[in-house]
Structures are given as structure tokens and as C-alpha cells.
């Protein structure tokens, strides 16, 4: 069982729309969790960070996480094309500094 | 937030040749972390290197094939030797970004993408 897996996708969403990206994790003592982007040919970009159950806003984009379940979202609202791109879930494993990526999920806002 | 430089941006090498990847970060930190995006894969982690200290590495990764220099708190080596077109990947230097009220992260170098032939 990998650690942190997500839908590859491709996950297409009409611009405007809401894109939902999923990913869940097994170790069950993580406690911090990142989403970031990565256009291609490009280095990772953070977008957010979450470390406590529920949600958390910044702009666009809003993070869910949900201990009990091992889950953790990214919600994309009014996705435009430059949302296009390669989004990688990450977590940082107990009793450790570093992190775990999921496989990513390609997205395509369609314009 | 810490700005990492990393050099080269891309090279192409000959098979059992070795090739030294740069990281020079703008602020100290502690640890630097070393990852490998293989074509159209995700990020595996290859070790973490503390100032000081013999580098960490993960399952699967030895310090014969990949050995870590770590002078200093803002400067890091990571050598690919010994390289077989296998090796071709984009290797990716990290450092945690400062710690603030509104949480922390990671930031990447701009990567290394190596071809070997």
C-alpha cells in the first residue's frame, strides 16, 4: 500500500467550476499536510499547508483535513486556466522533517 | 522565506560518468533535503543532509551512489555516480521555509535535469 495516494487523473473541470483534488495517507500519526503545484518542467510550488482538522481558506483555494478518515482535500474555486497543472499531495511522517508526495493529480481547466 | 539556488539546471552525461548537483541556499537551515522526480513520477526522497553529520538516506538509496556534502548551513553537494541511464531523473534540493504563526512548509531548488547516455 503506498503511503500517500491520489487520483493521477487527468481530473478536467470547466473554467469557473470548483476542481476537488483527493488524497489520502496511511500513517496514521502525521501531522502535517501540504498541497502543492508543479507545472511541468517546473519545481514544486507550495499552495497550502494544513495541520488541524477542518478547513482552511487562502484565497481560491481551500484545504480539508480529516484525521480520522486519513484524508486530506484541495478545492479549487472559479479554476482558470493557469490552474492547469500537476497537483501533489505531501506529508510529513511522524518524528520526521521531511516529506512523503503522493503520485500527483494532473488537472485541466478547460477554458 | 529561503531562496535556493541549484546548479546545473541540466546536463547530459556519459554512463559511468559521476555528476555533482549544487544547492546554495540565501538563509542557514538545519537540514537540507535531496529528492529524485523520475519522468512522469512524483518526488522520492534520497536523503537528508544535516551540517555536521553523516547524511541520512533512505531505503534504497546508498552514500556509495549518491554521496552528500554538507560544509556549511547553506550549502550542499548531492554526486550521482556512477551513472547508468536509470539515473536519469530531475534531482531536487529542499529546505524548510521559516516558521511562522501561519504555519511552514518546504521550498524546492529549481532542479537538476539529468540525462544519462
Known amino acids: 500500500q503506498k503511503e500517500v495516494e491520489q487520483n493521477s487523473g487527468p481530473l478536467s473541470v470547466p473554467e469557473g467550476a470548483i476542481a476537488s483534488l483527493n488524497c489520502t495517507y496511511s500513517?496514521?500519526?502525521?501531522?502535517?499536510f501540504f498541497w502543492y503545484r508543479q507545472y511541468s518542467g517546473k519545481s514544486p510550488e507550495l499552495i497550502m499547508s494544513i495541520y488541524s482538522n477542518g478547513d482552511k481558506e487562502d484565497g481560491r483555494f481551500t484545504a480539508q483535513l480529516n484525521k480520522a478518515s486519513q484524508y486530506v482535500s484541495l478545492l479549487i474555486r472559479d479554476s482558470q486556466p493557469s490552474d492547469s497543472a500537476t497537483y501533489l499531495c505531501a506529508v510529513e511522517s511522524t518524528g520526521r522533517r521531511a516529506l512523503t508526495f503522493g503520485s500527483g493529480t494532473r488537472l485541466q481547466v478547460q477554458p | 522565506s529561503a531562496v535556493i539556488s541549484q546548479k546545473p539546471s541540466r546536463d547530459i552525461c556519459q554512463r559511468g560518468t559521476s555528476l555533482t548537483i549544487q544547492c546554495q541556499v540565501d538563509?542557514?537551515?538545519?537540514?537540507m533535503f535531496w529528492y529524485r522526480q523520475q519522468p512522469g513520477q512524483s518526488l522520492t526522497l534520497i536523503a537528508t543532509a544535516n551540517q555536521g553529520s553523516e547524511a541520512t538516506y533512505e531505503s534504497g538509496f546508498v552514500i556509495d551512489k549518491f554521496p552528500i556534502s554538507r560544509p556549511n548551513l547553506t550549502f550542499s553537494t548531492l554526486t550521482v555516480s556512477n551513472m547508468s541511464p536509470e539515473d536519469s531523473s530531475i534531482y531536487l534540493c529542499?529546505?524548510?521555509?521559516?516558521?511562522?504563526?501561519?504555519?511552514?512548509?518546504?521550498?524546492f531548488g529549481s532542479g537538476t535535469r539529468l540525462t544519462v547516455v
Open positions: 529542499s529546505v524548510e521555509l521559516s516558521r511562522n504563526r501561519e504555519g511552514y512548509g518546504y521550498t
Open positions: 538563509s542557514q537551515v538545519t537540514m
Open positions: 500513517d496514521r500519526g502525521s501531522q502535517s
